[in-house]
Nanobody, 125 residues
Framework: QPQLVESGGGLVQAGGSLRLSCLAS????????MGWFRQAPGKEREGVAC????????NYADSVKGRFTISRDNTKNTVYLQMNSLKSEDTAIYYC??????????????????WGQGTQVTVSQ
């Protein structure tokens, strides 16, 4: 059973930066693509960024291209999301998850047990 623990969220002013981390356990981390997803109040969950199992392929939502960078350290079972130039519209709960298809940014499994608890990111004007 995968376990994913996100951290690094917080309150930041517009234009600021945050770095999210996701520590994974319970599965062979370097076998799976990973991704970051977010859900804002009243909106559906959306894909933000994904990275292949080896880290050599990434994909980003258009809304974050050029501002966010996803990376992973397979020696530490951790995936990161560096977020720069944050905007108020980036405010959401951010989740990491196993990914089935990096290009499509499709999660491996939508069931709640395959997701972390999320970390809140709030960007103030």
């Amino acid at each position: 059973q995968p376990q994913l623990v996100e951290s690094g969220g917080g309150l930041v002013q517009a234009g600021g930066s945050l770095r999210l981390s996701c520590l994974a356990s319970g599965f062979t981390f370097d076998y799976y693509a990973m991704g970051w997803f977010r859900q804002a109040p009243g909106k559906e969950r959306e894909g933000v960024a994904c990275v292949s199992s080896s880290g050599d392929m990434t994909n980003y939502a258009d809304s974050v291209k050029g501002r966010f960078t996803i990376s992973r350290d397979n020696t530490k079972n951790t995936v990161y999301l560096q977020m720069n130039s944050l905007k108020s519209e980036d405010t959401a709960i951010y989740y990491c998850a196993l990914v089935l298809d990096v290009a499509a940014m499709s999660p491996f499994d939508a069931r709640s047990e395959y997701w972390g608890q999320g970390t809140q990111v709030t960007v103030s004007q």
